[in-house]
């Protein structure tokens, strides 16, 4: 229905929408899904300021989806195994590097590569490439062939120990890399403005950071675990771009301790091997206390496989909204921990588990003198591709 109003002697339709609180447009717009979001933008430019806004953006992100989104590679998820669960659904990337080691925070997901930074919104289907400075000879420690075996441990190009994450005050997300060997470098990439910074590194006793594990980006600090040698936690402010030393109980550490995002809590998670085969999960309940408390210990005999002397090694994804634990191993199974029966289900039995996948709404800024236009688009069956026109081809795909 339309308004007609008389100005200047002539008639002027008015959308009623027009006069909507933004309030609750912002309400009515949150409730829309992800592909009406995008077509939507085009109604008006006061509809697309607000679905491209920060708070608009930020809100969509705290939604809470009815199912729990899993992001995996897209090596041919008919061969996956997963037939479907209540809490749960794939979302499966399919990219020219997907396979490659990276780095996930909310929803996005960031590939270091030689000479680049690739930053990837599923969501958003954009894809971006930040040049980054020549990358150091890598030591002979981290070329030792055992080494690089273990499953635990994710080696970047370069030998540089990475970070991803939002800095909490501004909400830009960042990347941060890390050298010691041969010589110590530590820089910091803005995604909004493309610009690196310098940072002096961590002196002793984090001059020799543990290269290969993975760090956790929890409220707005990115935190390294280090391991080799001596036991230590390392955390960046990303806001401020000040180190701090964080205290851990000694006796959880182990050359399998992984640390990660758990419910917006800083969490150390390690196996304990036979006879008990154990998951047991550390979580940071006072960041200024330094508080730990076990939030978590799981029986893992029953879904062992191999020799009883072999490693086993498990990862957590998340936690369901009913409190159950979403975990995998090192076979590429994924499993469904139930927190109040105790028992451990298989999901799949061969899927390559990239992270927890969430809607970001957030848009990867251009490069200088690109336009979102200039990524070339097209529709296929598996999905949607992006193209570069300049840095060759990169495919970005996402079947749901």
Not at 172 to 192: I, W
Not at 356 to 361: H, K, S, Y
Not at 378 to 386: A, D, E, F, P, V
Request: charged letters at 25%; a neutral charge.
């Amino acid at each position: 229905m339309q308004t007609r109003e008389i100005m200047g002697g002539k008639e002027k339709n008015l959308n009623p929408m027009d006069y909507l609180v933004t309030d609750l447009l912002e309400e009515i717009l949150l409730g829309l899904p992800l592909k009406s979001v995008f077509r939507f933008k085009t109604v008006s430019k006061q509809w697309r300021s607000i679905l491209e806004s920060r708070r608009f953006v930020d809100m969509r992100l705290k939604k809470v989806e009815k199912k729990l989104k899993i992001l995996a590679v897209g090596e041919g998820q008919t061969k996956s195994g997963f037939e479907g669960d209540e809490e749960i659904e794939m979302i499966y990337l399919h990219c020219d590097d997907a396979t490659e080691p990276s780095l996930t925070f909310d929803g996005l997901v960031c590939i270091p590569k030689p000479g680049w930074i690739n930053v990837l919104n599923p969501s958003t289907r954009q894809l971006r490439r930040f040049p980054c400075s020549p990358d150091h000879p890598v030591s002979p420690f981290c070329l030792n062939r055992q080494l690089r075996d273990w499953p635990y441990l994710t080696f970047f190009p370069g030998n540089w120990a990475m970070g991803f994450g939002r800095d909490k005050v501004n909400g830009c997300y960042k990347v941060v890399r890390m050298c010691f060997d041969p010589v110590e470098e530590c820089e910091v990439l803005d995604l909004e403005t493309g610009e690196w910074r310098k940072l002096i590194p961590p002196g002793p006793p984090f001059h020799d950071m543990d290269v290969g594990r993975k760090s956790a980006c929890v409220n707005g600090s990115i935190y390294w675990l280090k391991l080799l040698w001596d036991f230590k936690l390392l955390a960046l402010n990303l806001h401020t771009l000040e180190f701090r030393n964080v205290s851990v109980p000694h006796k959880w550490f182990s050359l399998d301790t992984q640390i990660m995002n758990l419910e917006d809590r800083l969490a150390i998670a390690k196996t304990k091997g036979g006879p008990e085969w154990e998951l047991e999960i550390l979580s940071l309940m006072d960041s200024e206390e330094e508080l730990w408390t076990k939030t978590y210990s799981i029986t893992l005999a029953s879904i062992i496989i191999g020799l009883p002397w072999e490693h086993s090694w498990f990862t957590v994804v998340t936690v369901s909204k009913l409190g159950n634990l979403v975990l995998y191993d090192k076979h590429k199974r994924l499993f469904k921990y139930n927190t109040k029966t105790n028992e451990i289900c298989c999901l799949s039995s061969n899927i390559s588990v990239i992270s927890l996948c969430l809607e970001n709404l957030a848009p990867l800024r251009s490069d200088s003198g690109h336009h979102p236009e200039d990524y070339k688009i097209r529709i296929s069956s598996c999905g949607l591709c992006l193209k570069h026109p300049e840095a060759g081809i990169s495919t970005l795909a996402v079947d749901r």
